[in-house]
């Protein structure tokens, strides 16, 4: 097991680009897809087809790398807190994902799916509100992510 | 200088994943915009956005940080080739994408800033043939991303 360590990180430190990465893009397909309502469903979709397609089969497969390493290595996960930590982080994040981000981010898209009334000032409060809570998701997960890669790096303690 | 290594290091994988995590979305984000023609030019130019905002800034960070680790660690590239290597890669990498890729990139977002003319059957030749060389760009790039990564892990040594 200890021969296929080299692979196993190839494959996290990959994984963690290409899955955890490529969310970093969202903010910015939401933010052009606001300032253009007229496209702004299309941009909730593709950010949604880039989940669905990219972002979560890999971050499960991120898992089982993950799992792979701490099996080649050898670790007692335990007695590994910074590794207890980030295995922890990393759940949240998945957890997060697909109850609170997924979620919401579906609704919006079928809010937006029908233009607004003529005449409506704005987005409708629900929209308003669900826009913004899309906001503070993505802080969080980019905060859970920032930290789990902190502890893989770092290895602190 | 050395103590500086794990931050160095904490930074160039950071700066790895924000800048070149982004790129492998691309593809999926541009194929949604060929399936649904009227947000075809929306998607390339929201490309093009995230291309300008945070690849291209933090790629070029990503090379800041490498340098750092190198005077950090006190590595003499000229005598590590798989470093050699990886540092001529990132550097084709950005060419490419500098006189390559972002100029057919921005091309094509002016090539479907108007609508097709009436009766045409399908997009202009140019486009199709543009949209083939930004696929073709983007697997080049996304291979040289992934040697790059894999030197930098295995460490191979030649």
């Known amino acids: 097991m200890q021969g296929l360590v080299p692979l196993f990180l ?72 910074w590794l207890l930590l980030g ?9 997060f994902v697909l109850t609170v981000t997924m979620p919401n981010l579906r609704k919006l898209i079928a809010l937006t799916a029908t233009p607004p009334p003529s005449g409506a000032g ?10 913004s809570a899309a906001r503070r998701n993505r802080t969080i997960q980019e905060a859970l992510i920032v930290a ?3 502890l893989m790096v770092m290895k602190p303690g | 200088m050395e103590a500086l290594t794990p931050w160095f290091l904490l930074l160039h994988v950071l700066g790895a994943i924000v800048a070149f995590g982004p790129t492998f979305a691309f593809p999926i984000i541009a194929a949604a915009g060929g399936a649904e023609p009227q947000h075809g030019n929306f998607a390339l130019r929201a490309i093009d956005r995230v291309a300008k905002r945070v690849v291209w800034p933090l790629a070029l960070f990503q090379g800041l940080t490498g340098l750092g680790l190198i005077a950090a660690v006190e590595i003499d590239v ?49 486009v199709v043939a543009r949209v083939a060389a930004s696929k073709r760009n983007g697997m080049i790039q996304s291979v040289l991303i992934v040697v790059i990564v894999l030197l930098m892990v295995v460490k191979p040594a030649f």
């Open chain 1, 10 to 81: 190839v494959l996290h430190v990959l994984g963690a680009i290409v899955a955890f990465g490529a969310t970093f893009a969202f903010p910015w397909l939401a933010g052009s897809g606001a300032r253009e309502p007229e496209h702004a469903n299309f941009a909730l979709r593709a950010i949604t087809m880039v989940f669905d397609r990219w972002v979560f089969p890999l971050a499960l497969v991120q898992g089982l790398t993950g799992l792979g390493l701490i099996a080649g290595l050898g670790i007692d996960l335990l007695a590994t807190p």
């Open chain 1, 87 to 95: 295995v922890t982080l990393y759940a949240v994040a998945v957890t």
């Open chain 1, 122 to 131: 704005g987005p409708p409060p629900e929209v308003a509100a669900r826009a």
């Open chain 1, 148 to 150: 789990i890669v902190f």
């Open chain 2, 78 to 126: 000229s005598a590590t080739p798989w470093l050699m290597l990886g540092i001529a890669i990132y550097i084709a990498a950005l060419a490419m994408s500098y006189l390559v890729t972002t100029p057919n990139l921005r091309r094509l977002i002016e090539l479907t800033s108007a609508p097709p003319p009436p009766g045409a059957s399908g997009p202009p030749p140019e």
